[in-house]
């Protein structure tokens, strides 16, 4: 299994950015997926969940109705899509899928 993140950067404050995880090795449309974050020196935390049709999605509540999460099982990416970025959403990002983990891709939020 491989979980590959991209998509991160530096960005201000209100501000948009669009994460991928391409993802190889399993039989990509019949699992869900999450994301996750971890801030500097904090424990790292859920961010959203989405089933593997794509159907059902939930948020953690410090992101409910600014990011949305959606997957392309063609070509076996999910993807998170963050709006309204706040400065306590800088973060490493993280693809999870079961025990596995990509390397991330860091998200800074500042002016």
């Known amino acids: 299994v491989q979980l590959v993140e991209s998509g991160g950067g530096l960005v201000q404050p209100g501000g948009s950015l669009r994460l991928s995880c391409a993802a190889s090795?399993?039989?990509?449309?019949?699992?869900?997926l999450s994301w996750y974050r971890q801030a500097p020196g904090k424990e790292r935390k859920w961010v959203a969940v989405?089933?593997?049709?794509?159907?059902?999605?939930n948020y953690a509540d410090s992101v409910k109705g600014r990011f949305t999460i959606s997957r392309d099982n063609a070509k076996n990416t999910v993807y998170l899509q963050m709006n309204s970025l706040k400065p306590e959403d800088t973060a490493v990002y993280y693809c999870?899928?079961?025990?596995?983990w990509g390397k991330g891709t860091q998200v800074t939020v500042s002016s």
């Open positions: 999870n899928f079961q025990q596995y």
């Open positions: 989405i089933i593997s049709s794509g159907g059902s999605t």
């Open positions: 090795g399993f039989t990509f449309s019949n699992y869900g």
